[in-house]
């Protein structure tokens, strides 16, 4: 069992920059993939990014490449994702997941795929 508490959201002006947090509690926390999802109101929750349990793959929706960061630390069980250059249509409520994914070097990137969701943190940008 893998519990998930999401920080970091706010309101920020567009052009700006957030982190977000994913903190994980379990011991195998490692041998998770972990994504982060957002969905806006009225929207079906859409893929933003993930990372495999290593780090060493990550994948990215087109809408935040170049501008999003998906990161770990595997020692501190946290997950992150780092927004820069944010823009109105990003707000929504973003998400962190989790899936076992036995040390295979992959992330799911549907989210019927991830087990474990948070509860979720706001983010709102401001044009």
């Known amino acids: 069992q893998v519990q998930l508490v999401e920080s970091g959201g706010g309101l920020v002006q567009a052009g700006g920059s957030l982190r977000l947090s994913c903190a994980a509690s379990g011991r195998t926390f490692s041998s998770y993939a972990m994504g982060w999802f957002r969905q806006a109101p009225g929207k079906e929750r859409e893929f933003v990014a993930a990372i495999s349990w290593s780090g060493g793959s990550t994948y990215y929706a087109d809408s935040v490449k170049g501008r999003f960061t998906i990161s770990r630390d595997n020692a501190k069980n946290t997950v992150y994702l780092q927004m820069n250059s944010l823009k109105p249509e990003d707000t929504a409520v973003y998400y962190c997941?989790?899936?076992?994914?036995?040390?295979?070097?992959?992330?799911?990137?549907?989210?019927?795929?991830?087990?474990?969701w948070g509860q979720g943190t706001q983010v709102t940008v401001s044009s």
């Open positions: 997941a989790a899936i076992s994914t036995y040390y295979s070097d992959y992330a799911p990137v549907s989210a019927p795929e991830y087990d474990y």
